[in-house]
């Protein structure tokens, strides 16, 4: 109807059309207000309840606990690789477990504020897994310690929660959020860039243990990096994302109405375990990854050369499917499979890589 592609980007990905449609239907006049959000006051009424209903929908839909803050920031993802030290080192030692980009990302930001540690990685293993809670090396008294829930470019996800102790727990789960039910209360803090599974760039969603918000943020921490500056003004300190926001409260209406986080998640298996079986029998397509850390969200696979993945990513296209190609730092392919990829989008995937399989094994 529209000619969309199947688009497996890894993000900014799929929105569900449903949100684009109302979006589409709101840009000219939203909720009688006269005006599209885009050109709204965020002081107005009709913000102020998108912005609220937008809170109160990231509470129901992920369950989150009363003692728990929910935070929109500008910045993204990256920009709370800084913010979370800022906040959250008191004693300047935090923990970093390295599983792919963007964890070590967080972890070169977080030295730029104390002593990030190392606690541990799987980078001899090309991150092709999760490291065992035995493996690591947590210091007892680190002010926290930060994970990368699901590694968007490595196509990895932690399969169990990581013990901690006291120590609060801190990870990134920008690509896995709102694809799974998540017991918030074994976390510290989550953040997320909303940009893969909830709504345009440029945003950040954060999920804070109100006793880990602090007041006595260093005197050099920006005013928009505080979580407690941020958490006084509602989201509002000054002009926030307005777009992104309204966009997260129609994806979550859109989830909500489709069955919760527990549809979202049971979608997200199928899709990925038909997709996993069959590039274990593959015989041109591999998947490197083991199988206990499997993403749900981004499946990597690769030809035995670059030629021929070229070869495949250039086909695939041509046949209505984008962004299979994989992160230049791993190469092959990877299809990102978010919440609003629907399965049909994934049985055309399978059903084209047996033809090329087929044409080219
Ligand atoms: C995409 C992504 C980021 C970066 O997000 P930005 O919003 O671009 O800063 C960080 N972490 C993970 C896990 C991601 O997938």
Redesign the pocket.
Known sequence: MYDRIYNFS??PSMLPVPVLEKARDEMLNCEGSGMSVNEMSHRSKVFDKIAKDAEALVREVLNVPENYKVLFMQ?????QFACVPLNLMKTGRADYVLTGN?SK?AYEEGQKFGDARVAGSTKSENFTRIPRQNELELDPNADYVHI?F???IYGTHWDYIPETGNVPLVA????CIFSEEVDISKFGLIYA????NLAP??M?LVIVREDLIRDDVPKYCPSLCSYALTAKNDSMYNTPNCWSIYITKLVLEHIKATGGVKAMHEKAVRKAEKLYSYLETSKLFKNEVSAESRSLMNVVFRCPDDEMNAKFAAASGKAGMSNLKGHRLVGGMRASIYNAMPEEGVDYLIDFMKKFEQENA
């Open positions: 890894a993000g910045g993204g993802a990256t920009l963007f990302k990368c699901n590694n968007t990134d789960m920008s690509s860039g909303v940009q893969k760039s440029g950040a």
